[in-house]
């Protein structure tokens, strides 16, 4: 990944011209990845003297809340007195991290639409970035916007510019979305800028266990029950395995926003599955999460049948008919998508 020297000129105009209002935002139920690069570069820019808000639409997971400065955030849905919804139509600049299109932070997407003064910078690693971005930082070869935040501080001002609290945070982001170092563009730079961090005190047990070790007995239980729900089937030669979660057997087990996040990647683990599904039903639609193994492409397939994205190995789109229907649509177009011609790379040993 190369980030063009003309475009980080331009951000250093951008930031370095004196005090600004910045408004930092990133996508609705917010993972690592997004509340990491957030802080991350929200505390740099505070160091630059800028008044910095941080804003998510809704509620992060649970077992984000020990994030150094995750108190600092504001969560749009709460947002009761009008006071973030403010300081978005004051902003100078937005910053709009690891997502890809305004339209989808639902009411925040009217808030930020509504300032029409402030300069709108993406920084994202997604494919296919839509328009209405006045600087652009969109490189989907980045493992995590993270990583990318990492890139661009690095360029801007050096590493020294980054603190261990810096650290702690974009190293989370990092291993989220790498699910813990094990999916794609894993890069020689991505090791030597977690070496870096490492360095810079970030205790990598320490920040595994904080994220991976900290399931409530309810989320565990959900767990549990999740995978004895799950189902197979063939698609042409493509193992594919799918996990369908209704809004009723949510609440048996006090379903908190994040306790689902990763399930999906536990079908994976069955060397015959080559691509996994969730089905999670809310109110207003069922959220569809999509992993893949090898050269299986689930971003295409989740933009052709699902009207969603992402990455190839990791993508997700939403459904808003039953979940009966949405299923049913799931296996025809797997049939139809996965039946075919897919050339896959070799999962079935660790030969290397």
């Not at 996990?243 to 306790?259: H, M, S, T, V, Y």
């Not at 139809?336 to 896959?344: I, K, L, R, T």
Request: hydrophobic share 40%; glycine share 8%.
């Amino acid at each position: 990944m190369k980030i063009g020297t003309d475009k980080t000129a331009r951000l250093r105009e951008l930031i370095d011209s004196g005090p600004q209002r910045i408004v930092i935002v990133t996508h609705t139920n917010p993972d690592g990845d997004a509340i990491g690069s957030s802080l991350a570069w929200g505390e740099l820019l505070e160091s630059k003297g800028h008044d910095v808000t941080c804003v998510v639409p809704n509620r992060y997971p649970s077992f984000l809340e020990w994030m150094p400065g995750i108190e600092q955030l504001k969560v749009f849905k709460y947002d009761e007195d009008g006071s973030t919804a403010r300081k978005i139509s004051e902003a100078e600049i937005i910053f709009c991290l690891d997502f890809n299109q305004i339209t989808r932070l639902e009411r925040l997407s009217d808030a930020i639409t509504a300032n029409e003064t402030a300069k709108i910078v993406l920084i994202d690693h997604h494919l296919n970035p839509s328009a209405g971005f006045d600087l652009i930082f969109s490189y989907p070869d980045s493992s995590s916007t993270s990583f990318l935040v990492y890139e661009l501080i690095e360029q801007l001002e050096g590493t020294t510019a980054i603190t261990k609290k810096m650290g702690d945070n974009l190293y989370v982001g990092m291993m989220t979305d790498t699910g813990n170092f094990a999916f794609s563009n894993l890069t020689p730079e991505l090791f030597r800028a977690v070496a870096s961090l490492v360095e810079k005190g970030v205790d990598v047990a320490a920040i595994h266990s904080c994220v991976y070790n900290s399931f409530t007995e309810d989320r565990l239980r959900l767990l549990g029950f999740a995978i004895n729900k799950m189902e197979t089937f063939k698609a042409g030669d493509i193992g594919v395995a799918y996990i369908a979660l209704k809004e009723n057997e949510l609440r048996k087990f006090n379903f908190q926003p994040g306790d689902s996040e990763g399930f999906v990647n536990f079908p994976l683990t069955v060397h015959t599955l080559e691509v996994s599904a969730s089905f999670i039903e809310t109110k207003k639609f069922i959220r569809i999460s999509l992993r893949s193994k090898g050269d299986v492409d689930v971003s295409k397939f989740a933009n052709k049948y699902f009207q969603g994205g992402g990455h190839k190995n990791a993508a997700g789109g939403k459904s808003f008919v039953s979940m009966a229907e949405t299923i049913a649509h799931f296996r025809r177009s797997a049939m139809e998508y996965f039946g075919g011609d897919v050339q896959m790379q070799d999962t079935s040993s660790c030969n290397l």
